[in-house]
């Protein structure tokens, strides 16, 4: 039971273009969303998060926005850079539990 | 600060042997995490310990795999004996838990091979 799914595997993007990677979740119990980049033989770092009380959370370049009513949140990197290449996880977690739980991941290539 | 760190970076096996895993996490994070990444997939909660208590162990398979957090700082990982679906990168992580953001940093993984 995938609870948090990324439905595309990989995306390809001109540098200076917008990346948007999609995040879906089936469990309404997550309120707070995470957004992890992983590079090749390091463990993931965080990069954004939100919580179900907003709809939106910007940091520099990177946007995080959730739709509650669809379960649905999206990663915006506007403008995309040649070093944003690398896997993003979207995850989701039950604030008070703490627990976290990963989707499969999005491989993202940045085309200079 | 100094990360969260992992030995060894790389474990080749035979099936039916042991194994074990080292994470120290980074200092003062109370919640240390450890983690199954499948080729292709996302990370996996094996086991989290609050301190030296292991407070979600559900998804631990406890007939082969142990995991141990003495003195609530360093932790081993386990498996014995290693089976061929066990190859997988083992990730471990921490946190603050009053921090406030969930966030979990990362140490850079065990990958292992089990032939």
């Known amino acids: 039971d995938q609870q948090v799914k990324q439905n595309s595997p990989s995306l390809s993007v001109q540098e200076g273009r917008i990346s948007i990677l999609n995040c879906d979740y089936t469990n309404s119990m997550f309120d707070y969303f995470l957004w992890y980049k992983k590079y090749p033989a390091e463990g993931p770092t965080f990069l954004i998060s939100?919580?179900?009380?907003?709809d939106k959370n910007e940091d520099g370049r990177f946007t995080v926005f959730l739709n509650k009513s669809a379960k649905h949140l999206s990663l915006h990197i506007v403008p995309s850079q040649p070093g944003d290449s690398a896997v993003y996880f979207c995850?989701?977690?039950?604030?008070?539990?703490?627990?976290?739980?990963f989707g499969t991941g999005t491989k993202l290539q940045v085309i200079p | 600060e100094a990360g969260v760190v992992q030995s060894p970076r790389y474990k080749i096996i035979e099936k039916k042997q042991p194994v074990a895993f080292w994470c120290n996490p980074i200092?003062?994070?109370?919640?240390l995490y450890w983690y199954r990444q499948n080729l292709g997939q996302g990370p996996e909660l094996l086991i989290r310990?609050?301190?030296?208590?292991?407070?979600?162990d559900s998804q631990l398979p406890k007939d082969r795999f142990s995991a141990e957090r003495l003195k609530g700082v360093d932790s081993t990982l386990k498996i014995q004996p290693a089976e061929l679906g066990d190859s997988a990168v083992y990730l471990c992580?921490?946190?603050?838990?009053?921090?406030?953001?969930?966030?979990?940093?990362f140490g850079p993984g065990t990958r292992l091979t089990v032939l």
């Open positions: 992580a921490s946190s603050f838990k009053t921090s406030g953001t969930n966030e979990q940093f």
């Open positions: 939100i919580s179900s009380i907003k």
């Open positions: 310990y609050e301190n030296e208590e292991a407070v979600d």
């Open positions: 995850a989701a977690s039950d604030w008070g539990y703490q627990k976290v739980t």
């Open positions: 200092s003062g994070h109370n919640t």
